[in-house]
């Protein structure tokens, strides 16, 4: 079974830094895009960032650039999403997901054309 696991959130003033962790099982590591989506109290989920293996790329949503960075560790198959400078408009419940094998290393923004999601791990942003 593919299985992915949200950590690292928590409490943190303005300006300071976090990294979240998504760890995973169940499908070859080697050929795949892992994206990172946040969703804030009434808001709907969107798109933060993604990294996918075909080529290494990675992609942010305009918001992050320059503050966020995400980066994969294949030989423990984690992904991790380094947040720095954070702002209280970062709060939210941040998950990581991925899609079905047959999908290959793609990287949509849409969050519905992802097929499996970690259980999200709270980020609080302090002024």
């Known amino acids: 079974d593919v299985q992915l696991q949200a950590s690292g959130g928590g409490l943190v003033q303005a300006g300071g830094s976090l990294r979240l962790s998504c760890a995973t099982s169940?499908?070859?590591?080697?050929?795949?895009?892992i994206g990172w989506f946040r969703q804030a109290p009434g808001k709907e989920r969107e798109g933060v960032s993604c990294?996918?293996?075909?080529?290494?790329?990675?992609f942010y949503a305009d918001s992050m650039k320059g503050r966020f960075t995400i980066s994969s560790d294949n030989a423990k198959n984690t992904v991790y999403l380094q947040m720095n400078s954070l702002k209280r408009e970062d709060t939210a419940v941040y998950y990581c997901?991925?899609?079905?094998?047959?999908?290959?290393?793609?990287?949509?923004?849409?969050?519905?054309?992802?097929?499996?999601w970690g259980q999200g791990t709270q980020v609080t942003v302090s002024s």
């Open positions: 990294i996918r293996s075909s080529d290494g790329r990675t």
């Open positions: 997901a991925t899609r079905r094998p047959q999908y290959g290393s793609s990287c949509p923004s849409d969050p519905l054309m992802y097929d499996y």
């Open positions: 169940g499908f070859t590591f080697d050929d795949y895009a």
